[in-house]
């Protein structure tokens, strides 16, 4: 497989990854107000917010290679 086809491939699934845990992340936030939690300890909303982030930032650079990539097509047309 080519490597751009992999790395749109895992661009989409890490994006759906990374919007699930900033939401668990909100909701774990919220439950704690009321003594309760989802991740039973595990990981605090704080740890769940940076790892949606940590993800959020591979596919932003996945995203910026796919653009630089098409613009040096272009240009070479």
Known sequence: MNLDKILSAAGRPLFVLAMALLALAASERIVNVFGYTISRGTFTAGRLLEI?????T????ILLRQIRDELRTSRSR
């Open 58 to 61: 591979f596919v932003i650079a």
């Open 52 to 56: 949606g982030a940590i993800l959020l």
